[in-house]
Structures are given as C-alpha cells and as structure tokens.
C-alpha cells in the first residue's frame, strides 16, 4: 500500500509542470525507476523465499513417506514377536508330552490371534448358509445340497482383511442350483 501511494504522489509530480528546472521531471523518472527496480527486487526475493520453501516442505513430506512405508509393519512385527518367542521354546522342551505340546500351541494360537486383532486383521469365516459374497468368498466348487444354490455349503479356507481390505478371500464351495 505504501508503494502504491509513493508511485501515485510520483505521477502526480510528473503531471504538473516544472516551474524552474527542466531536470525535475527527470530526476522524478529516476527515482521512480529506482523505487520500481527495488520492488522487484524485492518481489523475487519474496519468490525465491517462497519457492525454497515449498521445495522443503515437499522434500520433508517425500521423507515423512518414505519412513512410513519403511516402518509401516513394525507394530504388527513387534506383536509376533512374542509368538516366534512362544514356538522357540516349545521346541527346546526335551521332553515334551502331547498334553504339554497341545497346551503350548493352544497358547501361541491365543497370542497370534491377539497380534491379528491387535493390528485389525480380521478372519473371514462363513458359516454354512451364508449367501456368497464374491468380495469376500472364492467358491472353489457347486456341490448339491438340500439348500438356496449359492449359499455356502462348506468352508475349506479362512479368509483375511485388514481393516476394510481383502487380504485373502475365504476358500467356499457353493450349493448349486436344483
């Protein structure tokens, strides 16, 4: 605002005639492209400021992205962990009974299952009747069954999601139709 007042006191004074000197108005014209030459200046500073640091702030974001996939597994690593802990010594056991080896596995599946639920991998698994749902089902074969054709007959294989995304659809066969 100041710069715009200066410009227009300064084309005003080159409107109105000398009175005594012819080299007025030229010196007004100097100062005018001095005050002209220093805005600029002053503008592709402002630029350059600008451009710097939206350059930074674009190389910090790649950064931030890169580090996010780098360590995007950690929490889900840091949960199995535990389980790998539990298999180790399940197997260093040097007498181990059946009793002791079904408890063990029972108790490292609990584990697993806690680190699924934990870093939200959720199962798939469709109970007998449930209507296909190709988002989330393969059916693997049609088999006659005394219910609704496409309707699960049998699952073969949980399916996963991890979160809302289908990691592995549930392996199904499907009753045909009559």
Not at 25 to 36: D, W
Not at 44 to 64: C, Y
Not at 67 to 73: C, D, G
Request: hydrophobic residues 40%; negative net charge.
């Amino acid at each position: 605002m100041q710069d715009q007042d200066k410009y227009a006191e300064q084309a005003a004074s080159i409107d109105q005639p000398a009175a005594t000197d012819a080299a007025a108005p030229a010196q007004t014209l100097e100062e005018q492209l001095a005050a002209s030459q220093q805005l600029v200046q002053e503008l592709q500073d402002s630029f350059l400021r600008a451009k710097a640091e939206v350059e930074n702030f674009r190389r910090r974001a790649q950064e931030d992205v890169t580090r996010a996939h780098k360590f995007a597994i950690e929490g889900f690593a840091e949960a199995l962990v535990p389980v790998k802990d539990s298999l180790e010594m399940a197997l260093q056991v040097e007498t181990p009974s059946i009793e002791s080896l079904k408890e063990g596995v029972e108790m490292t599946l609990k584990q697993l299952s806690a680190a699924f639920e934990k870093n939200r991998l959720l199962e798939i698994k469709p109970q007998q009747g449930d209507k296909l749902d190709p988002m989330k089902h393969q059916a693997i074969s049609m088999v006659p069954a005394d219910q609704e054709a496409n309707t699960i007959v049998s699952t073969l294989q949980k399916g996963y999601l991890i979160a809302d995304r289908l990691l592995r659809p549930a392996l199904v066969t499907v009753a045909q139709e009559k």
